[in-house]
């Protein structure tokens, strides 16, 4: 149980275009998701949290506009990464919690994305 | 504001030998801590929580107030433990998980 998928796992763009993440709880639902980065030998870093229904709280330094997440049911969030720069090339990772273990996330694979 | 620090980036045992990975935090609250383990080519995991108090697959620890510690300990590493360990705290009210920079434990023959 508490399985999170995350679509695509892997996806190279050209500079300028948007991307989209797609984090999904596959059998329960997800209270709160979060998005992290990670980049290559360093720690996660949390970007955003996501509440269904209701406005991403980002953390500081994190561009909203350029981070766009959209949580539109208890079982999908999406991260859009628009027009997307090199310096955007990263490992993107979600997690989900639900409402048993709340204090618990569970993760997901992880999406690399590579800007040219 | 929340931090961890994980002061070994690498640690290299034997197997069969005990193995400590330390963890310390700062946090004005109290604080809910956790340890995660990333296996090679694998996605994140939970390996314990402090507030259940439980072992598992061996590996054990204890939330120490007065140290503010939350070392990761097992009496007998095996080759399989061999993977990324991270040690993250949350705030009591919003979930949030602030990791550390994880330490690289490789066990060896």
């Known amino acids: 149980g508490a399985v999170v998928s995350q679509h695509p796992s892997r996806v190279i763009c050209k500079s300028g275009t948007s991307v989209k993440i797609e984090c999904r709880s596959l059998d329960f639902q997800a209270t709160t998701m979060f998005w992290y980065r990670q980049f290559p030998k360093q720690s996660l870093m949390l970007m955003a949290t996501?509440?269904?229904?209701?406005?991403?709280?980002?953390e500081q330094g994190v561009e909203k506009d350029k981070f766009l997440i959209n949580h539109a049911s208890l079982t999908l969030s999406t991260l859009t990464v628009a027009s997307a720069h090199p310096e955007d090339s990263s490992f993107y990772i979600c997690?989900?919690?639900?409402?048993?273990?709340?204090?618990?996330?569970?993760f997901g694979p992880g999406t690399r994305l590579t800007v040219l | 504001a929340q931090r961890v620090t994980q002061p070994e980036k690498l640690l290299s045992v034997f197997k069969g030998a005990p193995v400590e990975l330390k963890c310390n935090y700062s946090y004005s609250g109290s604080p809910e801590l956790f340890w995660y383990v990333q296996y090679s080519r694998q996605r994140l995991q939970l390996l314990l929580r402090h507030i259940s108090r439980e072992s598992i697959k061996g590996f054990t620890a204890d939330l120490n107030k007065g140290e503010t510690s939350f070392h990761l300990k097992k009496p007998f590493a095996q080759e399989e433990d061999s993977a990324m360990y991270y040690c993250?705290?949350?705030?009591?009210?919003?979930?949030?998980?602030?990791f550390g920079k994880g330490t690289l434990l490789t066990v060896n023959p």
């Open positions: 997690s989900a919690r639900g409402s048993i273990w709340a204090d618990t996330q569970y």
């Open positions: 996501s509440n269904e229904g209701s406005k991403a709280t980002y």
């Open positions: 993250a705290l949350s705030g009591s009210s919003n979930y949030k998980l602030t």
